[in-house]
């Protein structure tokens, strides 16, 4: 059975936040923990017991270690730690789409259970990192749905292949917009064909072209149904998307 994670309301995350402005990263760390306010959610799984927790936030300190904490972290290091952290949270959560989206549990992780951890990735100025009110600007809310989306099964096993080849340019043009992110199907298609080698060759730069076949896709969403039709599908419609990309950008590189 699926895990249910504790959660705290908004409120109390404010409160949580406004007080680690005035400490430093190990008095931050010192006040993690298990708040005696958190609740679950009564259905859908089973509560997780202390020692899950402790697990999940050695595996996300280990993260940030991994990518240079207490260090702040530059670009690389950014990546380093969302990449391993996010297929972290994917594999060891256990969690269903239901609860994944309940922000009161994303805010319970950020601000309870690893403060720590999302103090270094982002610092303590910006609420909706740390506040589940908007899940595509979570610092761990964000990580586990591009797991989820990207991830792709063979032969029984989970591979985060699409997760680690896609730049933090791409991965903000799918799951920026909800749409397409939120449609595994549709992001990892749309993720396979930004990733094709022979992007790289062309003389249209490789941004230009990914922003303006997301822009296609997105005047195409409110017409199709990419939830009702295969995979196999919904690649052909991206791929036939991305051509004609190609296409009108490199007419208009020749026709000013």
């Known amino acids: 059975m699926s895990l249910l994670y504790p959660r705290i309301t908004p409120a109390e995350a404010k409160t949580l936040l406004a007080h680690y402005t005035t400490l430093n990263p190990q008095e931050i760390k010192n006040h993690a923990g298990h708040s005696p306010t958190a609740f679950y959610g009564t259905t859908g799984g089973t509560p ?8 999940l936030a050695d595996t996300l300190r280990d ?8 260090t702040p972290p530059g670009d690389h ?3 380093l730690f969302d990449r391993a952290a996010a297929k972290a949270l994917h594999t060891t959560m256990d969690i269903t789409l239901a609860e994944a989206g309940q922000g009161d549990m994303w805010t319970y992780l950020a601000t309870c259970l690893v403060p720590d951890v999302t103090a270094w990735r982002f610092g303590t100025r910006t609420p909706e990192r740390w506040i589940g009110t908007g899940l595509v600007r979570h610092t761990l809310a964000r990580l586990w749905w591009q797991a989820h989306a990207l991830a792709e099964t063979r032969d029984g096993a989970t591979h ?7 730049t933090e340019s791409d991965l903000n043009q799918i799951f920026e917009r909800r749409t397409i992110g939120g449609t595994p199907p549709l992001a990892r298609a749309l993720a396979r064909e930004l990733t094709a080698s022979y992007l790289t060759t062309l003389p249209v730069p490789r941004r ?6 997301t822009k296609r896709l997105r005047r195409l969403l409110p017409y199709t149904s990419f939830t009702s039709v295969d995979e196999t599908v919904i690649q052909n419609r991206i791929h036939t998307l991305i051509t004609q990309s190609i296409q009108a950008l490199q007419h208009d590189s020749t026709h000013p």
């Open 63 to 70: 993260c940030a270690r991994r990518a240079g904490q207490p």
């Open 160 to 166: 985060y292949g699409l997760l680690d080849r896609l």
């Open 208 to 213: 230009a072209i990914v922003r303006d076949t």
């Open 48 to 55: 997780v017991t202390p020692a899950h927790l402790d697990r």
């Open 77 to 79: 290091n950014k990546i």
